[in-house]
T-cell receptor, first 114, second 114 residues
Framework: NAGVTQTPKFRILKIGQSMTLQCTQD?????MYWYRQDPGMGLKLIYY???????DKGEVPNGYNVSRSTTEDFPLRLELAAPSQTSVYFC?????????????FGPGTRLTVT | GNSVTQMEGPVTLSEEAFLTINCTYT??????LFWYVQYPGEGLQLLLK?????DKGSNKGFEATYRKETTSFHLEKGSVQVSDSAVYFC?????????????FGTGTRLTVIP
């Protein structure tokens, strides 16, 4: 199993550009998540999904959109990039409902908006 | 609401020294508690977890005990190695939030010198 994979690893955007961060998991997990990690800070939840066709907002959803058309894929869309979105983005997945289930993280995408 | 407070870093220790990283939490329900570790350039990995009061999580020589009376989950290791150098995140998951969402502390960077 590859686990959780993310592409690209690095990206530089100009203000106002758009892009999609890709996330795929091969563990047949129902739950998937997008986090951002700002320097010196913990991770903040952007969006999450409990299954194909179902998504919901986390703590910091403004400026982002998501979709979940399949169990495996959970792309994150930035429509109008802003410098405040410069961050490292992590995708994660989890097996099922229940507070004790582990989340598995991808390697991250480092995004710079200038 | 849910929140996690970790001791500020960075922490620098000599090899074989004793490690403690403090973590306290605030939660509205009955959370599960986690320690995640992030090695340079990688995503987060689960280090250990505890799902109810008085549980002790342990892995790779690290331990943490879920203390409900002090709302704490301090991470300890008796003898650190250079390979333990990483950023450590304390996190909680409250099943009442649904979807297994995690709330992270800001992270503590540990550097172990030979």
């Amino acid at each position: 199993n590859a686990g959780v994979t993310q592409t690209p690893k690095f990206r530089i955007l100009k203000i106002g550009q758009s892009m999609t961060l890709q996330c795929t998991q091969d563990m047949n997990h129902n739950y998937m998540y997008w986090y951002r990690q700002d320097p010196g800070m913990g991770l903040k939840l952007i969006y999450y999904s409990v299954g194909a066709g179902i998504t919901d907002k986390g703590e910091v959803p403004n400026g982002y959109n998501v979709s979940r058309s399949t169990t495996e894929d959970f792309p994150l869309r930035l429509e109008l990039a802003a410098p405040s979105q410069t961050s490292v983005y992590f995708c994660a997945s989890s097996q099922n409902r229940g507070a004790s289930y582990e989340q598995y993280f991808g390697p991250g995408t480092r995004l710079t908006v200038t | 609401g849910n929140s996690v407070t970790q001791m500020e870093g960075p922490v620098t220790l000599s090899e074989e020294a004793f490690l403690t990283i403090n973590c306290t939490y605030t939660a509205t329900g009955y959370p599960s508690l986690f320690w995640y570790v992030q090695y340079p350039g990688e995503g987060l990995q689960l280090l250990l977890k505890a799902t109810k009061a008085d549980d002790k999580g342990s892995n790779k020589g690290f331990e943490a005990t879920y203390r409900k009376e002090t709302t704490s989950f301090h991470l300890e290791k008796g003898s650190v190695q250079v390979s333990d150098s990483a950023v450590y995140f304390c996190a909680l998951s409250d099943s009442r939030t649904g979807a297994n969402n995690l709330f992270f502390g800001t992270g503590t960077r540990l550097t172990v010198i030979p």
